[in-house]
T-cell receptor, first 115, second 111 residues
Framework: DAGITQSPRHKVTETGTPVTLRCHQT?????MYWYRQDPGHGLRLIHY???????DKGEVSDGYSVSRSKTEDFLLTLESATSSQTSVYFC??????????????FGQGTRLTVV | QKEVEQNSGPLSVPEGAIASLNCTYS??????FFWYRQYSGKSPELIMF????GDKEDGRFTAQLNKASQYVSLLIRDSQPSDSATYLC???????????FGTGTRLKVLA
């Protein structure tokens, strides 16, 4: 299994509070991603990173921010949690390969409930 | 139009049959195509990837890619009850490492 650890695995928080989810990798992969998964919507990209301090928005980035100060860590922050952000959050990593194309490996997921 | 489309299912097949899962994508510049399997409550795990037109086989799994039709499929031969899961199609575009996922097809293999 790819060395990806998400923390916490489960969290319940109140509306309006900030929340930070952590993704830690031991694979030294360049690319890191945060997805959310909701019934009927599949996996949707929130933000991704293509290097230390290099990040870009995905399709559902509103209300989220990210930071990557080290290769191994990618943090996702919900600035002021809302009930619509109740979801399962997955971190993923990938690395470019000669010839192009590479697969993404996923962490175990974080189940976040905003009440 | 969603960038990657899959029939949500459920697709029910009897044990031992061939399951055929389909995916279409809208970006003609897409270069890499992936199939993931996700069991309920678990994270997605890679089954196969394909980059070139044609078929790619790995054990009981065959991925098929037709870039002209913007279509990728996954065939599972000799389906087993343990294959019952949601299958996610993912695509990366030209010059990008963003993985865009379909909503997944739920497969049920009936014993």
């Amino acid at each position: 299994d790819a060395g990806i650890t998400q923390s916490p695995r489960h969290k319940v928080t109140e509306t309006g509070t900030p929340v930070t989810l952590r993704c830690h990798q031991t694979e030294n992969h360049r690319y890191m991603y945060w997805y959310r998964q909701d019934p009927g919507h599949g996996l949707r990209l929130i933000h991704y990173s293509y290097g230390v301090k290099d990040t870009d928005k995905g399709e559902v980035s509103d209300g989220y921010s990210v930071s990557r100060s080290k290769t191994e860590d990618f943090l996702l922050t919900l600035e002021s949690a809302t009930s619509s952000q109740t979801s399962v959050y997955f971190c993923a990593i990938s690395e470019s390969m000669a010839g192009g194309g590479t697969e993404a490996f996923f962490g175990q997921g974080t189940r976040l409930t905003v009440v | 139009q969603k960038e990657v489309e899959q029939n949500s299912g459920p697709l029910s097949v009897p044990e031992g049959a061939i399951a055929s899962l389909n995916c279409t994508y809208s970006d003609r510049g897409s270069q890499s195509f992936f199939w993931y399997r996700q069991y309920s409550g678990k994270s997605p795990e890679l089954i196969m990837f394909i980059y070139s037109n044609g078929d790619k086989e790995d054990g009981r799994f065959t991925a098929q890619l037709n870039k002209a039709s913007q279509y990728v499929s996954l065939l599972i031969r000799d389906s087993q009850p343990s294959d019952s899961a949601t299958y996610l199609c993912a695509v990366t575009g030209s010059g990008t490492y963003k993985y865009i996922f379909g909503t997944g097809t739920r497969l049920k293999v009936l014993a």
